[in-house]
């Protein structure tokens, strides 16, 4: 993994959420961008950044659903410069790592984010990338667009499996919809498989499970749902603990009770927080055009010309501070839910997630009001947010 800062520092902090447990006072000792050591007692008084003393430390959170940010849809932008502005949008609000996600489109347009996927790598904060669609369910296909959706061809599979050897990243697919084959194929190339925007029966998710689809894509959302006796693909999801799950914590997409009892059945260390953000976030716009329809951002809703709800006006510590109030449960379950969890879905687990010697440098720096005052990706903090959290040397 790359952009890992040369220099040494040292971050103080009252409190010390290390991936596992709430300590402190302590310090974060990081040399060539990884943890080099965390010490606790009273924190160094020669920190090079001693944080306020109402700030918690703890690993930067991981979002892999975000199509925008910063006033860009990646669709519109499948750019180097598209990417860079989406992650940085949403860095300010404590995202150290993210898959930028594409929804379903046209053929060149996949083509064009496979030609910049890998030098975007180099950018702080990419993991790699996340493709929602084409292979969808019509029945299920929410805000996606119904002409586009499609079986990829073997042009489409060309582009998509150049995704396989970009970092971490994955495709969103309705297993119904695609031969079974094909799973095959594309986790063969290296990609991950997540199941969405799927209309399944849990007897058709059980098989995809075993050829290695690990996710589900916002669970609840755009999907087959739970029946006495018909499971779906939420049933499946809620009962089959090899599947993690992706889930909107916004008091929008998911009422609290199916949060709680998502939360119940999946436990912390299977539900991720993800935002499924647009580009409004960062901005102060109230509409954006996607694919060439208006949607509306109203009482924190984003909703297209038919009220179909498009996406999410949402960060990911918005979302933290969200599961602590709607699931009753604690912040350090909150916490693991948006970075450990999704670092273990991705296959990081041994890199991000915790601040742990060996560890890379992603941190994440916040008041008792959740708002962000510092950010580190790889011992590199962010201009704006760290140096104000500075107050030493």
Known sequence: MGHLG????????????????????????ISQGRIESITFGEAAARAS???????????????????????????????????????EAHRKAGTTGCLPTLITDRSEVIERLAAVAEASLKIPGVLGFHLEGPALNRSRKGIHPEAEIRVPDQRDLAAIKRFGGCGRSMVTLAPECVPASMIDELIGAGLRIAAGHSDATATQIGPAVDRGVSGVTHLFNAMSQLNARQPGLV??????????????????????????????????????????AMPLVGTNDRQFVLQGRQITLHENRLTGPDGTLAGAHLTMIEAVRNAVALLGISLADALIMASRTSAAFLGLESELGRIAPGYRADLVAFNPNFEVVGTWIGGVGSMDDASEASQGG
Request: glycine share 12%; hydrophobic share 45%.
């Open 49 to 87: 950044i001693q944080l306020p003393a109402d700030a918690i430390l703890a690993p930067g959170f991981i979002d892999i659903q975000v199509n925008g940010g910063g006033g860009v849809l990646l669709n519109d932008q499948p750019t180097e410069a598209g990417v860079r502005r989406i992650v």
């Open 235 to 276: 049933g499946a999801a809620l009962d089959d603990d090899r599947l993690f799950a992706g889930i909107i914590c916004d008091g929008i997409h998911v009422d609290r009770a199916a949060l709680c009892v998502a939360f119940r059945c999946k436990g912390r260390d299977r539900l991720m927080l993800v935002t499924d």
């Open 6 to 29: 040369s220099s040494s520092l040292t971050v103080a902090a009252q409190r010390i959420f290390d991936g596992a447990d709430m300590r402190g006072p302590g310090a974060v000792r």
